[in-house]
C-alpha cells in the first residue's frame, strides 16, 4: 500500500536540499534498518539521527521509513530515496579515485568494462592508439560478461561498456553505438583433440563431449542454447560454467573439454597454438555488439577520447570474422 504523505508547509516545488550527513543517515538505515545502528555507524547519538530523519521526512513531505517495534523499513518513498544515497556514494567514491589519479600526475582515469570478445582486436587496438597518443591516463580494464557488467555500468562502476547486447534492452539512462558487425562463435579445443582430426565434424560428434560454457543468463550462453536447440541437440550436456578464458584453456590443456569463445578470441589463442578451432559450423546468430555509456553522467575529455578511438577501430570491423577453414 502506497504510504500517505506526512502533512507538511513544505514547498513541494523547491529544490531539495539534502546534506551529506543525511546522506549517510539514509545509507546507514538502508544497511542496518535500525536507527540506534545506524547512529552508532555514523558515530552519532541516536536522537541526533532521529532529527537528521525527522528533518528530512518534514522537506521532502512523505515518511521515508516505517517504524517497527524491532526496526525500520523503507517506505516507496523511503526505496528512491536509498537508491538516490547510494548513488552519491558510488560516484563520491568514483570522484575520490579520480581526483587522485590528478593529484598523482595522471591526465585521467577511465574504467571500462568488456566482454571476452572484442578485447583481442577492437579493445586492444584502440586503446593502444589511445595510450600512445594519452600516455598519461590511466586505463581500468575489466572483463566481464554483458549481464554483469550492464547492471554496473548503469550503478556507476564503469565510463564505458563495450559488450553485447541482450534481444531486448531498454534502458533510459544508456547510449548505444552498435557497431556494424557481431561476433561469430566457433568451437575450440586442445591442439591434439581427436575431434579436430575429423572431417567432416558435426554438432552431432560434440553430444558426449564436457562443455565450457559462460554462465547461465549471459547473452552468449542463451545464444549457444538457442543454436544448439536449433540443430536438434536436446540431450542433456556435461557443462562446466566460467567465464573466464584462463580457466577454459587450462581446463582444455589437460583434458578433452571443448568450449566455445567468439570468432578473434578463438583465433587469438590458435595463433599461439594453445587451442585448435574445430572444422564444425556452429550456428549462433551473429550477437550484436556495441559500445555503451550513461546519459546522465557527463564525460571527462579522457573518457570521450578512448570512446573515439574504440568507435574507430569497431567501424573498421575488427569484430566481424571470416571462417578460420
Do not use: C
Not at 106 to 112: K, Q, T, W
Amino acid at each position: 500500500m502506497k504510504p500517505e504523505p506526512i502533512e507538511t508547509a513544505a514547498n513541494a516545488f523547491a529544490p531539495l536540499k539534502i546534506s551529506s550527513r543525511q546522506i549517510a543517515l539514509i545509507n546507514a538505515l538502508a544497511e542496518h534498518r535500525n536507527l540506534r545502528r545506524a547512529a552508532a555507524a555514523m558515530h552519532t547519538t541516536q536522537p541526533a539521527a532521529s532529527l537528521l530523519l525527522q528533518q528530512l521526512e518534514e522537506r521532502l513531505g512523505v515518511q521515508l521509513f516505517e517504524r517497527l517495534p524491532r526496526g525500520m523499513e523503507p517506505t516507496l518513498y523511503g526505496e528512491v530515496l536509498i537508491r538516490f544515497a547510494q548513488g552519491v556514494m558510488h560516484e563520491f567514491g568514483h570522484a575520490e579515485a579520480e581526483i587522485a589519479e590528478l593529484a598523482s600526475g595522471a591526465s585521467g582515469l577511465v574504467r571500462i568494462g568488456t566482454v571476452m570478445g572484442p578485447v583481442p582486436a577492437v579493445l586492444t587496438r584502440g586503446l593502444l592508439a589511445f595510450k600512445a597518443a594519452n600516455p598519461k591516463v590511466r586505463i581500468s580494464i575489466e572483463v566481464g560478461t554483458s549481464d554483469t557488467l550492464l547492471p554496473s555500468l548503469i550503478r556507476g562502476d564503469f565510463d564505458v561498456v563495450l559488450g553485447r547486447l541482450p534481444d531486448r534492452l531498454s534502458h533510459p539512462d544508456l547510449d548505444i553505438e552498435l557497431f556494424e558487425k557481431g561476433e561469430q562463435m566457433r568451437v575450440i579445443a586442445r591442439p591434439d583433440h581427436p575431434l579436430a582430426r575429423i572431417d567432416p565434424l558435426t554438432l552431432r560428434d560434440l553430444v558426449p563431449m564436457t562443455w565450457i560454457l559462460h554462465p547461465v543468463g549471459s547473452p552468449m550462453r542463451l545464444r549457444v542454447e538457442r543454436a544448439l536447440t536449433q540443430a536438434g541437440m536436446i540431450e542433456p550436456l556435461d557443462i562446466v560454467e566460467t567465464a573466464s578464458i584462463l580457466a577454459t584453456t587450462a581446463m582444455m590443456e589437460s583434458s578433452d573439454m571443448i568450449s566455445v569463445v567468439p570468432n578473434e578470441v578463438a583465433q587469438h589463442y590458435a595463433r599461439y597454438a594453445m587451442v585448435s578451432v574445430l572444422p564444425v559450423a556452429l550456428p549462433v546468430p551473429m550477437v550484436n555488439l556495441g559500445l555503451l555509456t550513461r546519459r546522465s553522467r557527463p564525460m571527462s575529455a579522457a573518457v570521450r577520447g578512448v570512446l573515439g578511438y574504440l568507435k574507430e577501430h569497431g567501424r573498421d570491423g575488427e569484430a566481424g570474422s571470416s571462417d578460420p577453414r
